[in-house]
Every structure is written in structure tokens, then in C-alpha cells.
């Protein structure tokens, strides 16, 4: 093969990648930010946002696509920490409790989930959006109404004062970074996270050692082809139903995370973007909607994340307007996403368009070689 | 000389008055506020900062962002472009009006960094022992005072029954409720009738629409009910929407008074029902602006044969504690006030509402009886169409109203 | 792990690991409960009983041997404690009394008052639980402010009074 066509093929195959850089390169200095600060800023939202993006990964090999159904997870994780906050458990112990707690129930919510997407099959990434807001309205009047009314919550100061539901902002002193500080390592002017890049670390490990199970692969069959696994006698419902209760428990593990470093919490909305903005790194990362590596998840949570803290200071230097500052980080963020999305469409009909013609174009000539015989 | 080298000589020499106009700041202030679709009065009460000292890109010393519009949903973001602020080493003090959730955890991150800088909140949305922990400084509105002097203020007015209007949604907040309580005891102790009265709430099936028709069928009614004899009637209500048709029909009325709407400012109900065009005053600096247009609500309330009975704050609750925040904390880095003085922070505001007094009190916990060190409520005085201020801030608000409960 | 898989027998060792896992959680569940469970302890130096048991006069409190709190007579200070079993050195700055203590707090309890005159004189009670002053009614009408940014009461209006109070006694 020619350098031209690599380059070409290189070039289409991380085109999102690319524009994300350049967009970058070219908002950095605009948003006149110091390079400590930007490297700091990075350092953070990878020990805080990585978690919830690898939750997605089991559910793309199964061939499911993206998991927007992570919401449930995150719920989860939340209701969880409502109650660690509520009984007066502090520290990593609060998180672990927290973990705990949310476990059993992002397992029921992830088996709930996986079952309707076998029902759904081919629809899975919308279905899973939808049910995402559909539990959301089950989550709402759980913590709006149920807490204090039919469970029992003994911390007033988490209580609206009319005696039930969760207060619109959760403070979550007591667990805030427990697990960031548990070890945190200094090395010139930045602070790393060290303990959070274990539990990472452990994860991507687990990930890997996953791929080489018996269910990783009979996962990666099922993923590959429905019907040749189902043939092949992989019990292809069951399997994607665990593909997803393993993703929401990673996602309520996640939220936890990602909840810890925040150190409080929006009750009511804290769930709403996560996985929207867990996709979005995925795809940024130059995954797709069929193969996602544990590469993409942290190239995608720099990249999206180096935007995100550059563009609204960029807009603001460029525009000379606060709000349009604001308004250029949603306008650049959600537009790359976007354009992520229809890149990975043209390039996937581009290549069903290649192996047809490919095939067929093999087809005759070998129809034709074997006519002239 | 060509036209083009006459134009780019213009431009340089532009340039060159622009750099001058602000030379080098000694250090910057950073101003976070909502966006227009927001509040739009918090973001107006930045951009006169950057009229008078100048943005940081213009060398001047106002860094003005602004919040998402989804805050709730994106902390992150939130909290990130608060932390971004203190990457400038010239940052000196920060100002956050409204004070929305995920600020103090911000102004923790901004503390463990830069220490240095100065923490502002106005207009706090977060609790007050979690924000008087993160921030230098957090200026709310008085809530509890205000109950006292709005029964005051009607008193003042000549009205002899004080009519709550309200529904269930809120009474069941804290300060709405606890307000009411206060309003309760007031009229008892000043010897002014006190009634309750219902309307629908907004959000409820009835829309803003039909909430708004209600108050304009019943209002007449309540005047003649409580003052059949041509007496007095102050209303007062709870709702933004619903302050609009009110006013409307206490001009409309011969005995009907309104002491202050409830989120007191010029702009509140007065434009709607008087149906006054404001684009002319709009356009004025905000010190002019507001005294402009209440000149104008006032004419039209004297043509209308309304004079000395409807009053409000003169001037934006919003603007004046975004700007005054932000004149607060110049002064104090130019070692001209001291952050926590109570005097100095009334002078800072006050400087953007010339005529109109302020006060009010340190905040108390309920729970501890502990006075916080810096957090200020406060209160504007309220402005009596046809009359002038009444002088609600001098009033010596007896002790036992702070303890009042539901 | 959680799959139902009705149509396939449980060989008895699968159903052992499941079982244990089960009783494994509620095991962690129960340990981070203890372990992580935070109490704050009001450290409270006022005489009892009309002076049976005074107060001391001017106290130094270590918990856990953390850097001492000093305490005046009269005094109080508040500590939060995690898990229930805590080491409280007293050190009398009057006559250099030192007095070593290991004190349990019940686990259910968020808050708690630790009286010193009586931990000192090694009375039982030492230890009681303390309800705020504020949670007494009600909770209806008790509680912290709303979510719309209301405030709690203050005291009384100070208008252009300094807003730094008296100093505490010590």
C-alpha cells in the first residue's frame, strides 16, 4: 500500500481526535490559562471522570453501543451516599459504605435495564436514554418524598424543613475526598491522586483480565454476531444482561468517585449529564459506538476535558463577553461531539461502502475469470 | 497619506488610548454572575465594574464569568470557572452574586490554593454555616427584619389591615413562613389588623395566567371588604407574577396601599401595570437609570391619583449588591475598608444606590445561637411614591421578632 | 453473578460461593458501618451537683492524642470522633494532674456530651447523649434553611455596628 492511502486511512480514522487537538491548540493560549493550572485541572478529572467513562466499555464489547443506561447507576451511587451522609459515616469508610449500599440496588436497576434492551435489541442506546429519564422520575420521588416519610432520615440537617425529602444541595463534607487524600502524592507544583489512580489502575486490570474470561469472550462473540454466538450455544441474553448490571455497578462506583471530589452534591441533578458527558470523552477519545479501547477513555477524558476548561476563558478572550464565553464552551463542546457522531457514520458507510465494492468487485472479476475459462 | 495607512494610524492611536485609559492594574477582581436568561440585574451590576475600572483584558481590573445556565447539572462547571479565576496570580478577591450551590466548594479550592484571595458571596444560595466556612464575606437579603418594617412601613402609610396573600408552596419555605409569623406578631404589637388571604399558586395547574386573573378579579374585593368604610388596606404577596396585577388594582383603587413588593425593586409589577416604556431610561449608567425611571413611575402614579400610597426599593436588589460587592472589595485591597466592617460594606453598596439607606444584621444560628462573623442580611429603605423614604432603616427592630418561629 | 438462571441446576459449590458473598457483604457493610460511624463529643468543663464536682479551672483535653484543646471553667468545645472507642488525656494546668481515660460511645448516638469533672472523678455517666437545643419541638418546625438561599434568624439588627461580637470568654 502506498504512504498516501496510510495517511488517508489515518487520517479518517482519527479525524476526531485531530480536530480536537487543533481546536485546543488554538484555544489554549486564547484562554490565556497557565499551563500549571491546565496540567493540574487534568490531573483532577482523570482521577474524578475516568471511572464513569470505563463503566462503558463492557457494554460496547457486547455490541450493545453506549450505555447511556449508566444514569441508573449513578442514581444509585447517589442514593448511597444520601444514606453514608445520613448515618454519620465519614472518611473512605463513608465511601465504601456508600459503594455498598448502592451496589445491590444498581444491580437490581442494571438487570431491570439490560432485560428491557433484550427487548430492544438493535435500539439499545436510545432505549437506554429513555430509561435513564424514566428512573430518574422514580429517584426524584424516592428522595423527594419517600425520605422522611417512609424511610427514616435522622440527620435534620439533610432534611427540607417541612420533614421529608432531601435538600436540593447534599454537603458531602464528611466523605469530600477521602479518597483523593487517602494518598496523594506531591510532585513540584501538582497534586496527584495517587489512590484514585489505583482503584483506577485496578479497574483497567480488571477490564483486561475480564476480556480473557470465558464470559469476556463468549461477551466479544456475542457482540461480534448475535446469531453465530446464539449458534454457537453462548447465552446471548444472559450475557448482555451481565454486560450491563457489571456496567451499572461500575457507574454507581463511579458516581461515588466522581461525587467524592466534588464534594457536594446537586440531588436532584447531579445524575442528569453524567452519562452524556462519559459518552462524549468515550467519543472524543476516538472510540465508536462498536470498538472502544481503555486508550480511548483517557485520551478522550484529556482532550474533552482541556476544552472544557479552556473554551468558556477562550470565548471570553475572543469575544470580549462573559456570557458568550459561557455560551462558546457549549457551542464548541457539544458541536464536536456532534461532529464525532456524523464523522463515525460517514466513516462507517464509507467502509460498508469499501468491503461491498471490495467484494463484489472480487466477485466479478473472479465471475469473469472464470466465464473466460 | 493613503486612506489606509490614515485608518490604521486611527486604530494604532485607539489602541494606544485604550491601553492608557486602564494602565497596568495592580491586581484584578474576578466577578461571577448568571447569565442574562438568568438574572439579568446581577450581570448588568458586573458590566458597571468593567464601565468603571475597566476589564482585565483591556488592562483594566474587572474579570467578569458567568455561570451555566444548567448550574444545577453541571457543578463542574461551576466550580472549574470559579477555580480558573484564582490561575491569575494578580487575583486578588472574588465575587459571587447570586452565590449559587457549588460555590463554596469552589471558594475551598480557591482558600487551599491561594489563600490571598478575597471571598465574596452575595445573595447566597448555599447554607449559611457551609458558606460563612468557605467565604470571606456573605451579604443576604433580611428576610426577618423586613417582616417587621413592611407592617411598619403600612402603618406609616395610613392602613389600618395588612393582607398576607399567599398559597401552601410558600408557606412551606423557611423564610417565606417564618416571614409571615413575624408579619403576624407585628401587626398584634403595631395595632394593625392582620388577615390572611389565598391565591393560587402559579406553578399549579391554574399557570401564571390564571394566578394573575385571580389576584386582579379579588383584589377590589379585599379592599372593600376589609376597609368598607374607605379605610386603609395594605396588600402585600408573596409572588413575583403575581405583584403585577396587584399594583394594578391598588392604583386602580381609593384606599388600597402596597408598601414593597416582595423582591423589592423599580422594575418589579410598576413597567406592567403602569404600562410605562423604559427603553430610554434603560439605556442610562445605574445610578441614573434607576432614579430615572422612578421619577417616571412616580409621575404616572400622580397622574393616576395614586400618590403616597404604593412604595418599593429604588433601586435593583441585584445590581446594586453585584457592583457594590465588587466596589467592597476594591476598596478593601486599596486598604480603604475593612472586609467585615458593617459600615464600610453599606458604604460600598451604597454607592450605587445614592439616597437609598441600607441596614440590617449580622446572621444568628437558630440551632447554636452563634453570630456569624461574616454574614451581613440587609434591607433597603423602602421608597413611598409621592411621599419619599420612610425611613425603615432606622427603625430599632425589637429583639424579640428574631426568635419568633412558624 | 446475579443473572437469574432458573433453567440451570445450582451445583452446590456455586451456591456456597453465593452465599458467602452474601454473608461477605453484610459483613463490609457492617464493618465500614462501625468503623466509619462519626460522633461529634461535646467536650463540657461545668461544675456538677452545686460543686460537688467542680470544674476545672483551666484544663488541657487531648483525644486520640491530638493537639489539646485548652478548656477554662465553664467551657466547651466540640470534637468529631470516628468509630467508638477513643483514648482522652486530661492535663490539669493547675496542678499538673494528668489523668488518662478510655471512653466507648454507644454507636446509635450522633451526638454526645462528655462531662471532664466527672470522667476525672471516674463517676459512671461521664458519657450522656445531648440533644440540641433546637431539635427539642418539633421537627415541622424546626430546621435549616431552604434550598431558595433563606437565611436563619439573627439576633438583633446591628446597624452600623462592627460585626465582631464580644470574644469568646477565653
Known sequence: MSGKLDLKRFLSGNAVILVFVLISAAAIPASKLSGTYIVQEMLTRIGRNSFLVLALLLPIYAGMGLNFGMTLGAMAGQLGLICAVNWGITGVEGLAFAALIGMPISIALGYVCGSILNKAKGREMVTGYMLGFFINGVYQFTVLYFMGMVIPIRNASILLSRGFGIRNTLNLESVRQSLDLLWSLKAGPYVLPMSTYLVLAALCVFIVWFRRTKLGQDMRAVGFDMGVAEAAGIPVDRTRVIAIVISTVLACFGQIIFLQNMGNMATYNAHDQTSFFAVAALLVGGASVKKATIPNVFIGVVLLHVLFVVSPRAGQNLFGSAQIGEYFRQFIGYGVIALSLVLYATRERREAAALRASTYGAGRKAAAAGGSV | MTRVSKISILIVALALLCAGAFAEAKYHIGVCTETVSQAEDDLRGAEQLIKEYGAVKDGGIIQHITYPDDFMSQQETVISNLVALADDPKMKAIVTCNTLPGCAEAFKRIKAKRPDILLLAALPAEDPLVIQKAADLAVDLDFVSRGYTLVWGAKQMGAKTFVHISFPRHMSYESLGRRRAIIEQACKDLGVKYAFETAPDPTSDVGVSGAQQYIFENTPLWIKKYGPAGEKVALFCTNDAQTEPLIQQIVASKNGVFVEPDTASPLMGFPGALGLDLAAESALPAEKKFPAIMKKIEKTLADKGASGRLGTWSYSTGLSLTAGMGELAKRVLDGKAKLTNVKDIYDAIGKYTPGAKWSGSMYTDMSTGVKAKNELLVYMDTYVFGKGYLGATALKIPAKYYTIKK | ?170
Not at chain 3, 46 to 74: C, H, M, Q, T, W
Open chain 3, 1 to 170: 453473578m446475579n443473572a437469574t438462571t432458573a433453567k440451570r441446576k445450582l451445583k452446590p459449590a456455586d451456591l456456597a460461593i453465593r452465599i458467602g458473598l452474601v454473608v461477605l457483604y453484610f459483613l463490609l457493610l457492617a464493618l465500614v458501618y462501625t468503623r466509619g460511624r462519626t460522633h461529634t463529643l461535646l467536650l463540657d468543663n461545668k461544675e456538677l451537683d452545686g460543686g460537688r464536682l467542680p470544674a476545672f479551672e483551666d484544663v488541657l483535653v487531648s483525644v486520640n492524642g491530638a493537639e489539646p484543646i485548652e478548656l477554662y471553667a465553664e467551657d466547651r468545645d466540640l470534637v468529631t470522633l470516628k468509630g467508638q472507642s477513643h483514648r482522652i488525656v486530661l492535663e490539669s494546668a493547675a496542678d499538673g494532674r494528668k489523668i488518662e481515660k478510655r471512653i466507648t460511645l454507644p454507636i446509635g448516638e450522633d451526638m454526645l456530651l462528655l462531662s471532664l469533672p466527672k470522667l476525672a472523678a471516674g463517676e459512671e455517666g461521664a458519657i450522656e447523649v445531648f440533644v440540641p437545643l433546637d431539635a427539642a419541638p418539633p421537627a415541622e418546625d424546626e430546621a435549616l434553611p431552604e434550598e431558595l438561599g433563606a437565611t436563619e434568624m439573627p439576633a438583633e439588627p446591628a446597624p452600623g455596628a462592627a460585626p465582631s461580637e464580644a470574644p469568646p470568654a477565653q
